[in-house]
């Protein structure tokens, strides 16, 4: 959790608003990342927050109707196709929810990762793979690798994935509700490995999540969105233990906390 | 020598033959439910906890052990044999009803005995839903409405015991606490017994009586909710609640709050 409080930011938006075909998604949402620092944009589903995730990692199926993204102080839509291309998983990394859906089914992860290594031209090195694997719960590496996507579970593919991006070394990781798919311990190592990457890479973080105790556990900066806005956005502490906006209090009211005996 | 369980499961097992390796998706699990509780059901994935279920209400045959009702065995009986006094409610609610039905057939059909327009509007009321939601449709209502109605089928179909298969972890937040306050309700004003499977602790720590810890087709710690939350046993309970994440767990926060006479330090968030 080191924060630097001067310099360029690694992603500013500015009064983004974005939608879908005819349907407002966002509304005049600015954020500013700086590197090293985390971020969690938390809301229920519908809000808006995939979607501003979607835009800052470039696909193309989501329309910026007004406002911009700069990348390290370059505006995001002023790139060509291929410069886009180029950013995405070094330069900003996204790790979807829905793993299944970026991987080739049929092709072993190791083919697949060596792929995606040798196209942005870095070199490929399976220990690492299988040493990341490991930390993240997923035990015998050497044989996952030569493992496809459709025998793995929903819960290992998730990881698996997590393991792609961050193998890329990306100066700021988008993380799409990366525990939802999750067991709860699985999710509580999965949410130490990425923060123990940004914290020794330096890179940053930008979550999208509906859980509050992952924004607790390790963001520095938390942003609520409600209806496609953000309607409160300051430091952890500040939006979790003093909400100002009755949207975000609704939110620390209800969820269910484990309750236990007093002490 | 006290009262009989409306509902007990003696040593039932579930094996799968694959090959040449056999799983046992349950290991001789037991467990006793009694009129009017609620027993939360926890566990990761593959743990066993919804196959369980499967068989409390005969949707699977077991390898072994028995299943009583009210002291009654019916074990190997039909799952409509079972439908008559237990009820899944399930994590997909709208997978539960016939798309091409109108609410109000489909919770009507559901019923056992004769029609009772009174029961049914007051079930209504305590869901909050407008009697006009009958009329529609499926898929012409949100997630946590068309669970609500499902929970209006179940009991409105003369069930006396619930079993609830993740039925608030699809619900947005606002949705899912409405639906924890009416099981309590239909807890309190009727009588109605459930079994609560769920992933989720905190959910199961605010609604359940007694507990039941699944790990790999076994039960590894069971007893009263808030006793086996507070001083788990079993190594494999104290991992699932250090994992939970939960705002203010790390900074001590709410036992300070606690100390305050439960005046909460921060607006918005009750004292627990």
Redesign the interface.
Same mark, same amino acid.
């Given at each position: 959790m080191k924060q630097n409080t001067s310099g360029t930011p690694v992603i500013e938006i500015r009064d983004l608003s974005l939608s879908y075909g005819d349907s407002d998604i966002v509304r005049h949402a600015s954020l500013s990342i700086m590197p090293g620092e985390i971020v969690c944009i938390a809301g229920e589903s519908g809000c808006g927050k995939s979607t501003l995730l979607k835009a800052i990692h470039g696909m193309d199926a989501v329309n910026v109707t007004g406002g911009e993204i700069y990348f390290n102080g370059s505006r995001l839509t002023d790139m060509s196709r291929k410069e886009r291309r180029l950013l995405m998983g070094t330069g900003i990394g996204l790790i979807p929810q829905n793993p299944q859906g970026s991987f080739n089914p049929l092709r072993t992860f190791e083919k697949q990762m060596r792929e995606t290594m040798s196209s942005h031209g870095l070199a490929f090195d399976p220990d690492e793979m299988i040493s990341l694997m490991d930390s993240m719960g997923l035990e015998d590496g050497r044989k996952l690798l030569k493992s496809r996507p459709y025998e793995l579970s929903g819960g290992m593919n998730q990881r698996v994935a997590i393991v792609f991006s961050l193998l890329l070394k990306p100066r700021v990781l988008l993380c799409d509700e990366i525990t939802s798919a999750l067991d709860v311990t699985n999710g509580k190592l999965v949410i130490d490995e990425v923060e123990s990457y940004a914290a020794r890479s330096g890179a940053a973080l930008l979550m999208v999540t509906h859980h509050l105790g992952i924004a607790d556990r390790i963001a520095d900066t938390v942003a609520v969105m409600n209806f496609g806005e953000i309607v409160e956005y300051g430091s952890t502490s500040q939006v979790l233990y003093h909400p100002q906006d009755s949207y975000t209090r609704m939110l620390l009211e209800k969820i269910p906390r484990v309750r236990r005996e007093k002490w | 020598m006290g009262m009989t369980p409306i509902l007990e499961v003696r040593e039932i097992s579930h094996t799968y033959h694959q090959k040449d390796r056999i799983t046992k998706a349950l290991d001789q699990v037991s467990l006793r439910l009694m009129p009017g509780s609620i027993l939360g059901i926890v566990g990761? /994935?593959g743990s066993g906890k919804s196959t369980l279920i499967r068989h409390i209400a005969c949707l699977e045959k077991p390898d072994g052990g028995k299943l009583l009702y009210r002291g009654n065995e019916y074990t190997g009986r039909t799952p409509a044999f079972a439908g008559q006094f237990m009820q899944m409610i399930f994590q997909d609610a709208y997978g539960s009803f016939d798309p091409k039905m109108r609410f109000d057939r489909s919770v009507r059909e559901a019923r056992w005995e004769e029609d009772d327009p009174a029961l049914l509007a007051e079930l209504l009321k305590k869901v909050r839903l407008d009697e006009s939601f009958l009329q529609r449709y499926p898929r012409s209502v949100s997630g946590g409405q068309c669970q609500r109605l499902s929970i209006v089928r179940a009991v409105y179909s003369g069930a006396r015991i619930l079993l609830c298969d993740e039925a608030t972890s699809a619900l947005? $937040? *606002?949705s899912? *606490?409405m639906v &924890?306050d009416l099981l309590k309700e239909l807890q309190r004003d009727y009588g109605i017994s459930m079994i609560f499977v769920s992933?989720? %602790?905190? $959910?199961v /720590?605010? !609604?359940c009586d007694e507990v039941i810890v699944m790990r790999s087709g076994r039960c590894v710690e069971q007893g009263d909710c %808030? #006793?086996v &939350? /507070?001083?788990p046993r079993d190594p494999y309970t104290r991992? !699932? %609640?250090? *994992? $939970?994440?939960?705002? #203010?767990?790390?900074t001590g &926060?709410h036992?300070a709050a606690?100390a305050q006479n439960e005046i909460s $330090?921060? +607006?918005?968030? +009750?004292v627990?």
């Amino acid at each position: 959790m080191k924060q630097n409080t001067s310099g360029t930011p690694v992603i500013e938006i500015r009064d983004l608003s974005l939608s879908y075909g005819d349907s407002d998604i966002v509304r005049h949402a600015s954020l500013s990342i700086m590197p090293g620092e985390i971020v969690c944009i938390a809301g229920e589903s519908g809000c808006g927050k995939s979607t501003l995730l979607k835009a800052i990692h470039g696909m193309d199926a989501v329309n910026v109707t007004g406002g911009e993204i700069y990348f390290n102080g370059s505006r995001l839509t002023d790139m060509s196709r291929k410069e886009r291309r180029l950013l995405m998983g070094t330069g900003i990394g996204l790790i979807p929810q829905n793993p299944q859906g970026s991987f080739n089914p049929l092709r072993t992860f190791e083919k697949q990762m060596r792929e995606t290594m040798s196209s942005h031209g870095l070199a490929f090195d399976p220990d690492e793979m299988i040493s990341l694997m490991d930390s993240m719960g997923l035990e015998d590496g050497r044989k996952l690798l030569k493992s496809r996507p459709y025998e793995l579970s929903g819960g290992m593919n998730q990881r698996v994935a997590i393991v792609f991006s961050l193998l890329l070394k990306p100066r700021v990781l988008l993380c799409d509700e990366i525990t939802s798919a999750l067991d709860v311990t699985n999710g509580k190592l999965v949410i130490d490995e990425v923060e123990s990457y940004a914290a020794r890479s330096g890179a940053a973080l930008l979550m999208v999540t509906h859980h509050l105790g992952i924004a607790d556990r390790i963001a520095d900066t938390v942003a609520v969105m409600n209806f496609g806005e953000i309607v409160e956005y300051g430091s952890t502490s500040q939006v979790l233990y003093h909400p100002q906006d009755s949207y975000t209090r609704m939110l620390l009211e209800k969820i269910p906390r484990v309750r236990r005996e007093k002490w | 020598m006290g009262m009989t369980p409306i509902l007990e499961v003696r040593e039932i097992s579930h094996t799968y033959h694959q090959k040449d390796r056999i799983t046992k998706a349950l290991d001789q699990v037991s467990l006793r439910l009694m009129p009017g509780s609620i027993l939360g059901i926890v566990g990761e /994935s593959g743990s066993g906890k919804s196959t369980l279920i499967r068989h409390i209400a005969c949707l699977e045959k077991p390898d072994g052990g028995k299943l009583l009702y009210r002291g009654n065995e019916y074990t190997g009986r039909t799952p409509a044999f079972a439908g008559q006094f237990m009820q899944m409610i399930f994590q997909d609610a709208y997978g539960s009803f016939d798309p091409k039905m109108r609410f109000d057939r489909s919770v009507r059909e559901a019923r056992w005995e004769e029609d009772d327009p009174a029961l049914l509007a007051e079930l209504l009321k305590k869901v909050r839903l407008d009697e006009s939601f009958l009329q529609r449709y499926p898929r012409s209502v949100s997630g946590g409405q068309c669970q609500r109605l499902s929970i209006v089928r179940a009991v409105y179909s003369g069930a006396r015991i619930l079993l609830c298969d993740e039925a608030t972890s699809a619900l947005d $937040v *606002a949705s899912q *606490a409405m639906v &924890i306050d009416l099981l309590k309700e239909l807890q309190r004003d009727y009588g109605i017994s459930m079994i609560f499977v769920s992933h989720d %602790l905190g $959910v199961v /720590s605010q !609604l359940c009586d007694e507990v039941i810890v699944m790990r790999s087709g076994r039960c590894v710690e069971q007893g009263d909710c %808030l #006793g086996v &939350i /507070s001083h788990p046993r079993d190594p494999y309970t104290r991992e !699932l %609640l250090d *994992a $939970v994440m939960e705002v #203010g767990e790390e900074t001590g &926060i709410h036992h300070a709050a606690e100390a305050q006479n439960e005046i909460s $330090v921060y +607006p918005g968030i +009750p004292v627990i």
